[in-house]
């Protein structure tokens, strides 16, 4: 069984930082791209990073780029989201799930408020 578990969210003044980890289990994690996803209060899931099976970034989103930086660990079956300068535009839940996303894996979730 595949399970996805987000992890790292929190409460943060603008302009703050948060790491976000997502732990693989139940599936052969160095094979698969992977990514991350957010979702704001009344606005549909966004894409707002992807990573490739080997560690190489392959997309930001434009209103994120240059304030994140997506990693993995294939020994430790983790993929992370480092997020630096935030905003409150950034306060979301945040999903991990495969690239392209599958429906069947959409875990919980991490909550990301960016308040002062």
């Known amino acids: 069984q595949v399970q996805l578990v987000e992890s790292g969210g929190g409460l943060v003044q603008p302009g703050g930082s948060l790491r976000l980890s997502c732990a693989a289990s139940?599936?052969?994690?160095?094979?698969?791209?992977m990514s991350w996803y957010r979702q704001a209060p009344g606005s549909e899931r966004e894409l707002v990073a992807s990573?490739?099976?080997?560690?190489?970034?392959?997309y930001y989103a434009g209103s994120v780029k240059g304030r994140i930086t997506i990693s993995r660990d294939n020994v430790k079956n983790t993929v992370s989201l480092q997020m630096i300068h935030l905003k409150p535009e950034d306060t979301a839940v945040y999903y991990c799930?495969?690239?392209?996303?599958?429906?069947?894996?959409w875990g919980q979730g991490t909550q990301v408020t960016v308040s002062s």
């Open positions: 799930n495969l690239y392209p996303a599958s429906r069947d894996y």
């Open positions: 139940g599936l052969a994690f160095s094979y698969y791209d």
């Open positions: 990573i490739t099976h080997l560690g190489r970034p392959t």
